[in-house]
């Protein structure tokens, strides 16, 4: 299949496998099109994002304050015990397992 960008030159030439990814993508399924695309690494917003959720609703499931969730989100250092709290509700939501070195920018102490 020969795919035809109008604002540029170049011509992509994509299998099967290429296809299928670009229409689970284009039909919602962000994970799958960051995997194919971008690598399988997200940043936490994206993961809310993903979730359908907004940090307030992450913070009330995960039993942390919303200033802990928001701060977590934009990298400030975070205790691993509510990286590990959030992951949990995340990965409740979206249905698959999600560890901490799945998700980029996480600022954790040692």
Same mark, same amino acid.
């Given at each position: 299949m020969r795919f035809y960008a109008p604002e540029c030159t170049t011509t992509f *030439? #994509?299998?099967k496998a290429?296809? !299928?990814m670009l229409i689970l993508a284009k039909q919602g399924s962000y994970f799958l099109y960051r995997c #194919? $695309?971008?690598g399988a690494?997200? +940043?936490l917003a994206e993961l809310i994002e993903e979730a359908l959720? +907004?940090?307030t609703d992450v913070a009330a499931e995960a039993g942390l304050s919303v200033g802990t $969730? =928001?701060?977590m989100v934009n990298g400030h250092p975070t205790s691993? !015990? =509510?990286v590990r709290k959030v992951l949990s509700v995340l990965s409740r939501k979206l249905g698959r397992k *999600?560890?901490?070195g799945d998700v980029e920018g996480l600022n954790i102490p040692d």
């Open positions: *030439i #994509f299998d290429q296809r !299928l #194919f $695309v971008g690494a997200m +940043t959720m +907004t940090n $969730v =928001s701060r691993r !015990l =509510s *999600i560890e901490m």
